[in-house]
T-cell receptor, first 112, second 112 residues
Framework: GNSVTQMEGPVTLSEEAFLTINCTYT??????LFWYVQYPGEGLQLLLK?????DKGSNKGFEATYRKETTSFHLEKGSVQVSDSAVYFC???????????FGEGTQLTVNP | KAGVTQTPRYLIKTRGQQVTLSCSPI?????VSWYQQTPGQGLQFLFE???????NKGNFPGRFSGRQFSNSRSEMNVSTLELGDSALYLC???????????FGPGTRLLVL
């Protein structure tokens, strides 16, 4: 079946540091890939997405590129802010249906 | 456009009781999916409804059920509650089954 593996957390960075959160997946076919973010006490917010190989999703300074050859969708940001502190989830969606398969989530804390 | 709304936001029940949670999708969205989020199991897919029909179902016992109304609003029901049902229940809506899903704030259920 489908699966998503994220780098183990938590991740703690200083403000303006470079962020990478690794995400790899296993799936049949060509799934769509997503990053969602969850702030304390809230639901999930869509951060970015990519629907085919070599697509780059970007939003609010975050980027991720759909790499089919390495089955990866790593999240990056050049300079993190305290307000980026949250839990980040990588997810895939099969082409045949709605079900999202999520990774374990990575807690990011950014210190001033 | 208003986002996905879920009611109630918080709920406390005792073992053996049943509970009904409600979700109103984004206007124009016809697909509603439900997910359970727990610290131990992470985010797991419960089911998806599209045009009042269940299209997809996750690996949960029959105590978990749902329905969708003609206005696309959805409810999920959990009967004979167990302690392990304590979780954040998230609803997501999309225009169609394979479209991007947008999440509500969730209903936090505590079973005592």
């Amino acid at each position: 079946g489908n699966s998503v593996t994220q780098m183990e957390g938590p991740v703690t960075l200083s403000e303006e540091a470079f962020l990478t959160i690794n995400c790899t997946y296993t799936a049949t076919g060509y799934p769509s890939l997503f990053w969602y973010v969850q702030y304390p006490g809230e639901g999930l917010q869509l951060l970015l997405k990519a629907t085919k190989a070599d697509d780059k999703g970007s939003n609010k300074g975050f980027e991720a590129t759909y790499r089919k050859e390495t089955t990866s969708f790593h999240l990056e940001k050049g300079s993190v802010q305290v307000s980026d502190s949250a839990v980040y989830f990588c997810a895939l969606q099969e082409t045949s249906g709605s079900r999202l398969t999520f990774g374990e989530g990575t807690q990011l804390t950014v210190n001033p | 456009k208003a986002g996905v709304t879920q009611t109630p936001r918080y709920l406390i029940k005792t073992r053996g009781q049943q509970v009904t949670l409600s979700c109103s999708p984004i206007s124009g969205h016809r697909s509603v999916s439900w997910y359970q989020q727990t610290p131990g199991q992470g985010l797991q897919f419960l089911f998806e409804y599209f045009s009042e029909t269940q299209r997809n179902k996750g690996n949960f016992p029959g105590r978990f059920s749902g329905r969708q109304f003609s206005n696309s609003r959805s409810e999920m029901n959990v009967s004979t509650l167990e302690l392990g049902d304590s979780a954040l229940y998230l609803c997501a809506s999309s225009q169609g089954s394979i479209e991007t899903q947008y999440f509500g704030p969730g209903t936090r259920l505590l079973v005592l």
